[in-house]
């Protein structure tokens, strides 16, 4: 997941390259072989990270909550960080878990090589947007590639952008960066909001460019990027997500944990540099 986000390549122009490639990652590590104690044991990562004024907690986790767990990421989402959580895998999963059934995180589901649902992604009210899930490259342990499929390697992709987010607009407020992710993804699937794809699949470029109303301003004429190509009909397996990805140059993979990243730049740093 690490590698999907912030991934930087080896210096001579071979290797990797993340989302984000200049993020900065705050690795958190906890493990338990009891649920509810993996629970608790999240909660605490998620406050630690707060502590550190993390900017986006990106969640490749879903399962079984516990109060101290819903206080800990009503708590972050307070103080205005972006949490991102993985809706789940079919067959493990039967509904959204938890922290994606929690209002305000943003629920990811995946997609597969073609840009539609993949039916290993559980379905449900809670999902904002979908992100490639299916056979997904990144670094992996010792030094090497691995290839992965789920929803993991969604929500990391999704963190990814909502990095750039943050970095390109450093005072744009937590809830407007959902805002931005979701009023630029590719509608799929039937028109509007639906329990596969959430609001849509997220287009990298889109999001970082377009003229998005903040919300209370909601228009449906959200103004894509002068330069950009033209967006493909609902029915066009070459989604806006694949454009973006290619774009950026990305290697993704699947898998578990948490991941918290401070940003790098601030307020007076140049945005980031998006290569084509």
Not at 17 to 29: S, T, W
Not at 42 to 48: F, G, P, Q, R, S
Not at 145 to 162: C, E, L
Request: aromatic fraction near 4%; glycine fraction near 12%; charge should be negative.
């Amino acid at each position: 997941m690490a590698g999907l986000i912030a991934a930087h390549g080896s210096g001579r122009d071979i290797g990797a390259l993340g989302i984000a490639p200049e993020a900065k990652i705050l690795p958190i590590i906890s493990s338990t072989s009891d649920n509810y104690g993996e629970a608790d044991n999240l909660a605490e990562a998620i406050d630690y990270a707060v502590t550190q004024h993390a900017g986006v907690i990106s969640i490749s986790s879903a399962g079984v909550t516990s109060e101290k767990l819903i206080r800990s990421v009503k708590n972050a989402l307070a103080a205005d960080i972006v949490v991102i959580a993985g809706v789940g895998n079919l067959p493990e999963a039967a509904s959204i878990g938890y922290p994606a059934a929690e209002e305000g995180v943003i629920a990811v589901g995946g997609t597969d090589q073609a840009g539609n649902h993949t039916p290993i992604s559980v379905t449900g009210s809670k999902i904002d947007v979908a992100a490639p899930a299916v056979d997904i490259y990144s670094t992996s342990y010792n030094g090497k590639y691995s290839k992965g499929t789920g929803t993991s390697s969604a929500t990391a992709i999704v963190a990814g952008a909502a990095a750039l987010i943050r970095s390109k607009y450093p005072n744009l407020p937590a809830q407007e960066v959902a805002h931005r992710l979701t009023a630029t993804a590719v509608d799929k699937g039937p028109p509007g909001r639906d329990d596969q794809y959430g609001y849509g699949v997220i287009d990298l470029v889109s999001a970082l460019t377009a003229d998005v109303p903040p919300l209370g301003f909601e228009s449906s004429n959200v103004t894509p990027p002068a330069s950009a190509e033209a967006a493909p009909d609902k029915g066009d397996d070459s989604s806006a997500t694949v454009r973006g990805l290619a774009t950026l140059g990305v290697l993704v993979a699947a898998g578990g944990g948490y991941l918290f990243w401070r940003r790098r730049r601030r307020a007076a740093d140049p945005p980031p540099r998006v290569s084509r």
